[in-house]
């Protein structure tokens, strides 16, 4: 068994559903769980590991936060029912480049915390609060769908931006490559596409669904359904990505004509401009219908990133060192992007054969996970 | 404060969310709750209790089962977040009625389990097992949405049919009416209308909504909107009603495309041939749809109740008793629609002054339940 299939072993069944898919929301047992490994293997290689106050977890091959110390990591939360390799992918590689460079060097292995926002709503959460691109009090009131807030998951409120990030000489994140973009093992990241999720609540009359006219319905499942279909039409129209994979009906009753339905809208799109047309174009068609339907939209963005273009130069630097791998953009967001902003960001993606994300058939092969930790080993070495 | 404010004003307060409406699932604290009081109530009347071994009581005045008993009542539990009329308002007045002729009589209040199908998803449960209409081990199998079943809530398997049904003369359910057809205070029944609910399922490909190329996707979540909407289309071509007001989706993330929507139809129909049409209908559209967005389609008929004619010549004569009141029909199903197979059953119908129902919106002035309980009363006592 390879040195990386032996210790993926040890966290593959962690927060496995029987879906095949993981539940490792951030800060449940599962994510816990996965903490406590990340700790042990710390140890095992004699790193110090330090907590940030906002619920990332950093071990370090010398003084924490030392000056020029090249940080490597990911998340361990999963989406519901998503893939093992979105986030785990990069912790198990750091530590498996450690072992084929040394533990001898300024370099440190980092989990952030809730980066998908599958359980508080705002993805790169722990990510934001570092750089403080988000307030400690917003997060620290934000709710899981059980009540629960960030701060009280926590134990207390994030402590924000810690100004020793400016002694990290670079980020540089792994991830599995998350659509069919990619045809050899490892590949350079050059942007992360502008995104964002909007909230979209249509509000109507509640009612009976036996004895309600049709005539005299003001039915938001219509609104929301032809939304869902406005969405889809005109992301195809300008080549953005648009998906409605989120939605929460009340009182959700099969004899009841909803009085609310709430969808998730999350659109990507290549450049700001484009999908600023693409919201405006969804907005409209909605609140069109809307005024057939007789219910009321209203939309809150939940999060909004614009685009990432990571540092250019050592993307291409990294390419000549692994043999002209390829340079491409992602569609999907990552603590790395957050980061960007702050410190020469780099990341690495390893191929996926199904090009299936966020969900159980989200994989790669060994043998490409083993080329990735010995990318991420030959990168590590030439950045310190 | 007249009697029927009094005694309404007991239960008023039983499950009622900060929705302003109510939580009163079958079986669950609230409706365990009301069960207490309706024992109270029969204890204070000198009547007699019994369960059916269904889930089902019954407060007798007279011996329990004696033939020539007249039954009335209705149900307690509610759909989530429901009007409080719908139900509790038969079985209150039931009570006040007796009070007004006496409890000298051959007359029996019920209060029937699961009527609206809010927890079990099978509408009338407790008048269907009485009557054998469901088989017993399939009811005691259904699950509620946290997997309980309903033999576990119930605490045994159900009994299901009792001989002793035929002992009754007459079931005569008081009801509030749930649309704008009634313009007096009190009309009586003339049919229900065909219906049933139908779960459609719709499977798709669950991926990443950021990375999975448009054209790459197979969302589930399209089929289902084109589907709600078709829904609605057809519904109002043939004068029908349909309702999609309940849906879930899987893992119902922001950003996953979802591998599975759920949605339930709520069809109903003046007649057999145009309900069944319209289902035709539907379907057809539904799985053009599902062709193209290459998702499948499976649909389940939860419960299809045909149409129900109450009893031609007792509606007559209670209209007349009643001083010419309008006879109407309702397109919501009601233990009276299960029962009339099995005995001359009648509806009286409270006007109902916003039309909804199933919603906090849903109620009655107090003079109009005055005029139901007076209206019960000269019913009951024709019948014995």
Same mark, same amino acid.
């Given at each position: 068994?390879?040195?990386?299939?032996?210790?993926?072993?040890?966290?593959?069944?962690?927060?496995?559903?029987?879906?095949?898919?993981?539940?490792?929301?951030?800060?449940?047992?599962?994510?816990?769980?996965?903490?406590?490994?990340?700790?042990?293997?710390?140890?095992?290689?004699?790193?110090?590991?330090?907590?940030?106050?906002?619920?990332?977890?950093?071990?370090?091959?010398?003084?924490?936060?030392?000056?020029?110390?090249?940080?490597?990591? @990911?998340?361990?939360?999963?989406?519901?029912?998503?893939?093992?390799?979105?986030?785990?992918?990069?912790?198990?590689?750091?530590?498996?480049?450690?072992?084929?460079?040394?533990?001898?060097?300024?370099?440190?292995?980092?989990?952030?915390?809730?980066?998908?926002?599958?359980?508080?709503?705002?993805?790169?959460?722990?990510?934001?609060?570092?750089?403080?691109?988000?307030?400690?009090?917003?997060?620290?009131?934000?709710?899981?769908?059980?009540?629960?807030?960030?701060?009280?998951?926590?134990?207390?409120?994030?402590?924000?931006?810690?100004?020793?990030?400016?002694?990290?000489?670079?980020?540089?994140?792994?991830?599995?490559?998350?659509?069919?973009?990619?045809?050899?093992?490892?590949?350079?990241?050059?942007?992360?596409?502008?995104?964002?999720?909007?909230?979209?609540?249509?509000?109507?009359?509640?009612?009976?669904?036996?004895?309600?006219?049709?005539?005299?319905?003001?039915?938001?499942?219509?609104?929301?359904?032809?939304?869902?279909?406005?969405?889809?039409?005109?992301?195809?129209?300008?080549?953005?990505?648009?998906?409605?994979?989120?939605?929460?009906?009340?009182?959700?009753?099969?004899?009841?004509?909803?009085?609310?339905?709430?969808?998730?809208?999350?659109?990507?799109?290549?450049?700001?401009?484009?999908?600023?047309?693409?919201?405006?174009?969804?907005?409209?068609?909605?609140?069109?219908?809307?005024?057939?339907?007789?219910?009321?939209? @209203?939309?809150?963005?939940?999060?909004?990133?614009?685009?990432?273009?990571?540092?250019?130069?050592?993307?291409?630097?990294?390419?000549?060192?692994?043999?002209?791998?390829?340079?491409?953009?992602?569609?999907?967001?990552?603590?790395?992007?957050?980061?960007?902003?702050?410190?020469?960001?780099?990341?690495?993606?390893?191929?996926?054969?199904?090009?299936?994300?966020?969900?159980?058939?989200?994989?790669?092969?060994?043998?490409?996970?083993?080329?990735?930790?010995?990318?991420?080993?030959?990168?590590?070495? @030439?950045?310190?």
């Amino acid at each position: 068994m390879s040195d990386f299939a032996a210790l993926w072993a040890e966290i593959a069944a962690v927060g496995r559903a029987s879906s095949g898919g993981y539940l490792r929301y951030a800060l449940t047992p599962p994510e816990l769980t996965l903490r406590e490994w990340f700790r042990g293997q710390a140890d095992r290689r004699g790193m110090t590991v330090t907590e940030d106050g906002n619920g990332n977890l950093f071990a370090w091959c010398d003084e924490p936060w030392a000056p020029g110390t090249v940080l490597t990591g @990911s998340h361990f939360d999963s989406v519901p029912h998503g893939g093992g390799y979105d986030g785990p992918l990069g912790i198990v590689s750091a530590f498996l480049a450690l072992d084929r460079i040394g533990s001898g060097r300024k370099i440190a292995v980092g989990a952030f915390v809730e980066e998908e926002g599958g359980r508080f709503g705002v993805p790169c959460l722990g990510s934001r609060l570092l750089t403080g691109a988000i307030d400690p009090a917003r997060a620290a009131g934000l709710r899981d769908r059980d009540g629960v807030t960030f701060g009280a998951a926590l134990g207390a409120t994030p402590a924000g931006p810690d100004s020793r990030l400016a002694n990290l000489s670079a980020f540089v994140e792994l991830h599995i490559e998350q659509g069919r973009a990619l045809e050899t093992p490892v590949g350079v990241g050059s942007a992360i596409w502008p995104h964002g999720r909007w909230r979209m609540e249509f509000a109507g009359a509640g009612d009976h669904a036996g004895t309600t006219r049709m005539t005299d319905r003001r039915d938001p499942m219509l609104t929301f359904a032809d939304t869902v279909l406005a969405a889809n039409e005109e992301a195809r129209l300008i080549g953005a990505h648009a998906t409605v994979g989120r939605v929460e009906a009340e009182p959700n009753a099969t004899n009841a004509i909803p009085s609310m339905v709430r969808g998730w809208l999350d659109a990507r799109a290549a450049d700001t401009a484009t999908l600023d047309r693409l919201l405006e174009a969804v907005i409209k068609r909605a609140t069109e219908r809307a005024g057939r339907d007789g219910t009321e939209l @209203s939309v809150v963005a939940e999060s909004v990133t614009d685009e990432v273009a990571f540092d250019t130069g050592l993307a291409r630097r990294l390419s000549e060192l692994l043999g002209d791998a390829p340079i491409l953009p992602t569609g999907a967001g990552h603590d790395a992007g957050v980061l960007s902003a702050h410190l020469p960001t780099a990341m690495l993606f390893v191929r996926n054969p199904t090009g299936v994300s966020h969900a159980p058939a989200e994989g790669a092969t060994d043998a490409d996970c083993e080329a990735g930790v010995e990318a991420l080993a030959r990168v590590l070495e @030439s950045l310190t």
